[in-house]
């Protein structure tokens, strides 16, 4: 019994019936790769649409090109002419690509139960992975921005500071502000706790003039490959 869920429905060739229900489940499994790719995170229309629609698209195609070695040439010389012009997906995006396209390959093939487990235990891998932090290095990682008088000789006037506060520290850059009489630094810090932020800040107020201090997380995607 359980080896017939795993068994293709069709053979070599394929009836309008196989197709009909290939499509229904290709379009179903859609639905809940759409569902988890949206789940604890925002994801655009367009890009759930595409993720619905690409296993139905992929099992057509291959099913077109089944035994025929002409039709797959033409078809992988079509493909090549596209060019994508969008901005680098994220991580999950691409994960979620790859298994709509997986999942049309496996109902092109008349796999329709093993696309089913396949596509739910990776569904459900990937919910799992949403309630799940890791600590990465980059949570600590901020941009500090420090206004200073011109008299302040700012090349080692935090640096006591910065062994304090922070595991490693770089001046990414200097410039001038309000008719030379003010610096702007831009540094990039690496925080030893998230707790001592305020104290931080406090200390480099005293060294500052009490000017204007900002500290920030960098404005990087982290979650693009």
């Not at 057509?60 to 033409?74: D, K, Q, R, W």
């Not at 002419?81 to 690509?97: D, M």
């Not at 949570?139 to 006037?157: C, F, G, K, M």
């Given at each position: 019994?359980?080896?017939?869920?795993?068994?293709?429905?069709?053979?070599e060739?394929f009836?309008?019936?196989?197709?009909?229900?290939?499509?229904?489940?290709?379009?179903?499994?859609?639905?809940?790769?759409?569902?988890?790719?949206?789940?604890?995170?925002?994801?655009?229309?367009?890009?759930?649409?595409?993720?619905?629609?690409?296993?139905?698209?992929?099992?057509?195609?291959?099913?077109?090109?089944?035994?025929?070695?002409?039709t797959?040439v033409?078809?992988?010389?079509?493909?090549?002419?596209?060019r994508?012009?969008?901005?680098?997906?994220?991580?999950?995006?691409?994960?979620?690509?790859?298994?709509?396209?997986?999942?049309?390959l496996?109902?092109?093939?008349?796999?329709?139960?093993?696309?089913?487990?396949?596509?739910?235990?990776?569904c459900?891998?990937?919910?799992?992975?949403?309630?799940?932090?890791?600590?990465?290095?980059?949570?600590?990682?901020?941009?500090?921005?420090?206004?200073?008088?011109?008299?302040?000789?700012?090349?080692?006037?935090?640096?006591?500071?910065?062994?304090?506060?922070?595991?490693?520290?770089?001046l990414l850059?200097?410039?001038?502000?309000?008719?030379?009489?003010?610096?702007?630094?831009?540094y990039n810090?690496?925080l030893?706790?998230?707790?001592?932020?305020?104290?931080?800040?406090?200390?480099?107020r005293?060294?500052?003039?009490?000017?204007?201090?900002?500290i920030?997380?960098?404005?990087?995607?982290?979650?693009t490959?």
């Amino acid at each position: 019994m359980l080896n017939n869920f795993f068994t293709p429905i069709y053979s070599e060739t394929f009836t309008i019936q196989d197709y009909l229900i290939c499509t229904a489940v290709s379009l179903a499994l859609g639905v809940l790769i759409a569902f988890t790719s949206s789940f604890r995170s925002k994801q655009s229309k367009s890009f759930l649409l595409a993720v619905f629609m690409l296993p139905a698209i992929v099992q057509t195609i291959i099913m077109l090109v089944n035994g025929s070695i002409g039709t797959g040439v033409a078809v992988m010389g079509a493909f090549s002419l596209v060019r994508f012009r969008s901005v680098a997906g994220s991580a999950k995006e691409i994960v979620s690509i790859f298994l709509a396209m997986a999942t049309g390959l496996a109902t092109a093939m008349g796999y329709l139960g093993l696309a089913a487990v396949f596509v739910v235990i990776f569904c459900i891998a990937m919910i799992i992975a949403s309630f799940v932090r890791f600590k990465e290095r980059d949570d600590l990682v901020r941009e500090l921005r420090i206004t200073v008088p011109e008299d302040l000789n700012y090349a080692h006037s935090f640096d006591d500071l910065f062994d304090k506060y922070t595991k490693s520290s770089k001046l990414l850059n200097v410039k001038t502000s309000n008719m030379g009489s003010l610096y702007k630094l831009n540094y990039n810090v690496e925080l030893k706790s998230e707790d001592d932020i305020q104290s931080f800040i406090d200390e480099l107020r005293c060294r500052n003039g009490n000017l204007e201090i900002a500290i920030m997380i960098p404005a990087v995607n982290e979650a693009t490959l």
